[in-house]
């Protein structure tokens, strides 16, 4: 997967966890909320290390 498809489904995931929290599951929102950060950070660094 490229990297900026690693970016949008990050920030997907990170928008996603949101409904979760708002339906009161709070357990299953921050898992989506931290699976959309570390999404996020691979893909800075893939994209980082791509520019080198």
Known sequence: MSST???ILG???I???SVWFWAENTTVGIIWLCAGVIELIIAW???NTAEK
């Open 5 to 7: 498809g690693m970016i």
């Open 11 to 13: 920030m997907i995931w």
């Open 15 to 17: 928008l996603l966890s």
């Open 45 to 47: 660094i893939r994209r």
